[in-house]
């Protein structure tokens, strides 16, 4: 069992930069591909940001691709979203969620943490 809680969500104005947390707990966090969702009123939930457990490969969306950077520090169990150059578009809530493996799905998930961002 992975629990996962992010943090760092906000008000922005367009333009602005946002830091998303998600600090995972539980017995264990190895070898687990990470990734961030978004989920924008009245659209489907989509992947915008996904690492693996060495950092080696990341994915990004196309719309996000140059403006956010997903990292993360296996260390302190935690996983990172950069948010720069952000977008009116952009607004959503923001899900961390883990895969026990490379090309599985997302297994867990947190409460999500709201971005919104002003034009």
């Known amino acids: 069992q992975v629990q996962l809680v992010e943090s760092g969500g906000g008000l922005v104005q367009a333009g602005g930069s946002l830091r998303l947390s998600c600090a995972a707990s539980g017995r264990t966090f190895s070898g687990y591909r990470m990734g961030w969702f978004r989920q924008a009123p009245g659209k489907e939930r989509e992947l915008v940001a996904s690492?693996?457990?060495?950092?080696?490969?990341?994915y990004y969306a196309d719309s996000v691709k140059g403006r956010f950077t997903i990292s993360r520090d296996n260390a302190k169990k935690m996983v990172y979203l950069q948010m720069n150059s952000l977008k009116p578009e952009d607004t959503a809530v923001y899900y961390c969620?883990?895969?026990?493996?490379?090309?599985?799905?997302?297994?867990?998930w947190g409460q999500g943490t709201q971005v919104t961002v002003s034009s």
């Open positions: 690492i693996t457990w060495t950092g080696g490969n990341t």
């Open positions: 969620a883990a895969a026990p493996t490379s090309y599985g799905g997302y297994d867990y």
